[in-house]
């Protein structure tokens, strides 16, 4: 049986630990064997490394906030869009000139064979329960109910990797076909690690799309 490690993974956990373990060896260096030199070297890296914990910990929930601000306003404006769409398609008048210039639907009067996916899945990682990963793919995964997949697809293929960044998606792990968004990931025994996500659509004769963008996470513990 292994020795665990006596450092925390948990960012938080991590810096009460970090500076606990700073402050003791400052105030009594002397009665742990350490030299003044010591004593300071550790104390210096610690103040350096929570000072970058404090500005990335600040940065990550500026992110959040313009993420989730953006989120919120492209949903509405697709909403718009949407109904004025069937306002502009339900009239005689409208024409297939005036479709194009708007880019929405053409009716097709010849419908052709529907071949691999064009385009790639959108992820969205709600990661609020501890060693839990609610995967959101789709065209619109931050609001389901406007996040249907695409004509032809029949569900996507989810991969991912532990820890460090992929260089591509021969670095990644085979997780799961799904075909209904979300997906639940139990992250048992991964706490503190960074999950990276990758997903592409499959067609309903199993032909795969492009590759998404990869997406990250850390596991709550």
């Known amino acids: ?36 030199a010591e004593k300071t070297e550790v104390v210096t890296s610690n103040t350096q490394r929570h000072s970058f914990y404090v500005d990335k910990q600040a940065a990550e929930a500026t992110y959040r906030g313009k993420i989730e601000a953006w989120e919120e306003r492209d949903t509405i404006f697709v909403e718009i869009a949407r109904k004025y769409t069937r ?14 210039q708007l880019r929405i ?19 969205y990682i709600d990661f609020s329960n501890r060693l839990q990963f609610i995967i959101h793919w789709g065209p619109n995964p931050m609001n389901e109910l406007l996040n249907g997949k695409p004509d032809g697809v029949m569900g996507c293929e989810l991969w991912i990797k532990l820890d460090t960044p992929p260089t591509g998606p021969e670095d990644m792990q085979f997780v799961a076909i799904d075909t209904g968004s979300p997906y639940v990931a139990n992250m048992q025994g991964k706490a503190g690690k960074t999950v990276y996500w990758l997903a592409r659509y499959l067609s309903t004769k199993g032909e795969p799309g492009p ?8 596991v709550t513990g």
Do not use: C, H
């Open 1 to 36: 049986m292994g020795t665990r490690d006596f450092i925390p993974q948990g960012q938080a956990e991590r810096d009460e630990w970090s500076n606990n373990f700073a402050a003791m060896v400052e105030a009594n260096f002397a009665s742990y064997g350490l030299t003044a």
């Open 105 to 123: 639907t053409v009716r097709d009067t010849e419908p052709s064979p529907i071949g691999a996916p064009a385009t790639a899945p959108i992820i």
């Open 87 to 100: 306002k502009i398609q339900a009239r005689p008048e409208t024409i297939d000139f005036q479709r194009e």
């Open 211 to 218: 590759w998404g963008e990869v997406v990250s996470a850390e």
